[in-house]
């Protein structure tokens, strides 16, 4: 079920996006040559517990973490642990963070050290598609129009669009209703309606678009270990257009 939030809900979740954007601030110097990802997850959940909020991945179905560190060929939910980052490496950075019982989600990819040429198109233009997704984002449009939007500039520039992966609603809870899939076609799907809040997510690779799951059933990889690169804001329907939630402060 899809919900509308409340004014009182939407000033929560804009608390919790807010953290997760300073939490992005915070944790962008860390990430250089040498660093773990579990010493960056460490710092990441050191930080929200002193912001009064909770690391909501930390515990979800099991999940043992309070950030999702995905390297190079990885495009969602990696575990942090012992793999420390090397030059060229590119990180996405996933976080969810609870505030009084309401969510904020975001993610970014960002390159440590000098990257080569393939690396800083599929980051670019992952964050661009992201963004055509943004620009249908308005009463009376439907999801399929941020879909097919995310899916036209991403394929137009080559980059597979992973479809075993998407966006959500979000809320009370990390996942809700509806579903925000990266490709699809116009007019197609939910219709928004202002105080609905979503995320959009575009996740892309520099190959082809398969995936397959790892063993420890969290870890998604390319199928041909193609790099990847996953963007993500939590998005507010507003009554003319929408207001993101989780902004980025650099």
């Known amino acids: 079920m899809i919900t509308i939030k409340s004014e009182r809900e939407i000033e929560l979740m804009r608390h919790a996006g807010h953290l997760v954007s300073e939490m992005h601030q915070f944790i962008k110097p860390y990430i250089k040559e040498g660093i773990t990802t579990k010493e960056l997850d460490s710092l990441c959940e050191k930080f929200i517990l002193n912001h009064d909020a909770v690391p909501t991945c930390k515990g979800f179905e099991g999940f043992p973490a309070a950030l999702c560190t995905s390297v190079n060929e990885v495009v969602v939910h990696g575990i942090p642990g012992g793999r420390k980052l090397k030059n060229g490496d590119i990180i996405t950075v996933d976080v969810v963070i609870g505030y009084k019982g309401y969510q904020g989600d975001a993610a970014w990819t960002y390159a440590v050290g000098e ?13 661009k598609s992201l963004y055509e997704g943004l620009k249908m984002v308005k009463p009376g449009n439907h999801i399929g129009d ?13 980059l597979g669009v992973v479809r075993e992966l998407c966006g959500h609603g979000i809320g009370k809870d990390m996942h809700e209703d509806p579903e925000v899939p ?54 507010l329907v507003t009554e003319d257009g929408y207001e993101v939630l989780t902004p980025r402060l650099d």
């Open 115 to 127: 990257i080569d040429e393939d690396k800083k198109y599929l980051m670019e233009h992952t964050e």
């Open 146 to 158: 941020i879909s097919h939007a995310v899916q036209e500039y991403a394929e137009s520039h080559h």
């Open 182 to 235: 990266n490709f699809g076609l116009p007019n197609t799907g939910p219709k928004l309606k202002p105080g609905m809040v979503i995320c959009i997510e575009p996740m892309l690779t520099f190959g082809k678009r398969n995936v397959y799951l790892a063993e420890d059933e969290w870890t998604v990889y390319t199928q041909d270990l193609s790099p990847a690169a996953h963007y993500e804001h939590t998005v």
